[in-house]
């Protein structure tokens, strides 16, 4: 089955800058990646999507890029803020067959330094 | 915005004990998930569900669990002799539909379970 891994775990930045969050997946079959965002003691919420069909996707601060070949995609925030202290997850997903369960990564708890 | 909503927020048990965890999807999606968070951990898929029966279910959903719709707007998620180990966040989520945007996801606030 699908296997994604998530680096790093833990992540500071000083408010103002950038913040990269990266993950690998195992099974070329994957075509769906959403991003999610978790604050504390709530359910994971959607921030970003990308499809296999496209290597890039932009949506205000938050940019997600894929490297289909080298099975690779990566979250950026620029100009981060406070409100994005929070725990990110990768996921990876077969969007073929009408079930498309999400394979999260392990998650990157990113705090955001005043 | 419409949103999934689950019931209870937190549940305690004790072990051996049965309990159902309730959700109501967002109205117009067709598929449900359930999924689990075992504290400090990954979220993990249990089960898929879709026109009325399992689509797809992980290892970890073993006869212990058992998932219904038993109407048209509740989604529950029965475990029947909880373990220790069964102590965990349980997420529904839903989707609309298989083709073009809408394969999001949307997740649930969660209910956290204790099984003393």
């Known amino acids: 089955g699908e296997n994604v891994e998530q680096h790093p775990s833990t992540l500071s930045v000083q408010e103002g800058d950038s913040a990269v969050i990266k993950c690998t997946y195992s099974d070329s079959a994957s075509n769906y990646f959403p991003w999610y965002k978790q604050e504390l003691g709530k359910g994971p919420q959607l921030i970003i999507d990308?499809?296999?069909?496209?290597g890039e996707k932009k949506d205000q601060r938050i940019a997600v890029t894929l490297n289909k070949t080298a099975k690779h995609f990566s979250l950026h925030i620029t100009e981060t803020q406070p409100e994005d202290s929070a725990v990110y997850f990768c996921a990876a997903s077969m969007t073929n067959f009408g079930n498309e369960k999400l394979t999260f990564g392990t998650g990157t708890r990113l705090t955001i330094i005043p | 915005e419409p949103e999934v909503t689950q019931t209870p927020s937190h549940q305690v048990t004790q072990m051996g004990q049965e309990v159902i965890l309730r959700c109501v999807p967002i109205?117009?999606?067709?598929?449900f998930y359930w999924y689990r968070q075992i504290l400090g951990q990954k979220v993990e898929f249990l089960v898929s569900?879709?026109?009325?029966?399992?689509?797809?279910k992980s290892e970890i959903f073993d006869d212990q669990f058992s998932v219904e719709r038993p109407d048209g707007s509740n989604f529950t998620l029965k475990i029947r002799s909880t373990k220790l180990e069964d102590s965990a966040m349980y997420f529904c989520?839903?989707?609309?539909?298989?083709?073009?945007?809408?394969?999001?996801?949307?997740f649930g606030p969660g209910t956290r379970l204790l099984v003393l």
């Open positions: 569900f879709y026109n009325n029966e399992i689509s797809e």
């Open positions: 109205s117009n999606h067709l598929y």
């Open positions: 990308i499809r296999s069909n496209v």
């Open positions: 989520a839903s989707r609309a539909e298989m083709w073009g945007s809408r394969e999001t996801q949307y």
